[in-house]
């Protein structure tokens, strides 16, 4: 069976290759702390948004080996090499949680529309 997000957030937290901040934040500064962290990091109160944020999963190469399920680096390259060669076709369903608000033209209100802000200069 594999993993699923959730789980693979709890393997990190086990091993120690992950952090939870309580503590609120302002998204601008989450790519310096990410930056200078030696561990992944889980943001749970982001001044302003109502989601938490998670950054640095595949950071490190052990973290990348963890997150695909590989021993080695390289094994990492040949899964990448094979999901180019094969990729898989997208499946196409009729209705999600996802489709379940809509909003059209005059309906959308551009403040909710939430977007990261990134400091000047950075992409």
Known sequence: MQENFRQFLDRLRQT??????????????????????????????????????????????????????CETYREIEDKLTQAIARPIPPKYVKSSPTREIVQLGDELAAESVRTAETPAGRR
Do not use: C
């Open 16 to 69: 120690g290759e992950l952090v939870d901040l309580h503590q609120p934040v302002d998204i601008r500064h989450i790519a310096t702390l990410v930056d200078q962290a030696k561990t992944a990091l889980y943001f749970h109160k982001v001044i302003g948004y109502d989601v938490p944020v998670v950054s640095g999963l595949i950071r490190t190469r052990e973290r990348a080996m963890m997150a695909l399920g």
